[in-house]
């Protein structure tokens, strides 16, 4: 466990925070806080960002995983040679042509929920709602 440790630590040092938290500010990358029970969105600070990769880091060693992929991060990691490679992705888009049945609609959109992109997903889950409009305006 120290080793994974050791290395955490290395890959959260090796990164320029101030440009990832310059792209949420940029970008009008918000999270969401409850404060005061009122809801507030900011762009999050360095320690928080950090907080967060760290924790995904960690849920990554005790699920013994070698990829994830969680909000604007996607991971890969090698166990056993210890190698890590951390990606910050500010976008991810991809098609595929699913102007089938409603059946294969709803199949892709499983897929893309178990997959947690959720991006693709609220493309998918927009056709199938434009197809229920289209259908209900046939008479």
């Known amino acids: 466990m120290k080793d994974h440790k050791k290395a955490i630590n290395r890959v959260l040092s090796s990164i320029d925070w101030r440009k990832i938290k310059s792209y949420h500010a940029k970008l009008g990358i918000k999270w969401e806080y409850e404060i005061d ?8 600070n360095i320690p928080e960002l950090k907080n967060e990769l760290s924790t995904i880091l960690e849920h990554m060693v005790e699920s013994k995983l070698d990829y994830i992929s969680h909000g604007s991060w996607v991971i890969f990691w ?8 951390v990606i910050f992705r500010l976008a991810d888009f991809s098609f595929e042509d699913h102007s089938g049945s409603r059946e294969s609609l709803e199949e892709a959109l499983k897929k893309a929920v178990e997959r947690e992109d959720y991006e693709y997903a609220a493309v998918i889950r927009d056709e199938i709602n434009n197809k229920n409009n289209a259908n209900s305006n046939i008479k």
Not at 37 to 44: A, H, L, M, S, T
Not at 78 to 85: C, H, L, P, V, W
């Open 37 to 44: 029970k009122e809801i507030v969105y900011r762009v999050p």
């Open 78 to 85: 090698e166990a056993d040679s210890g190698d890590i490679r």
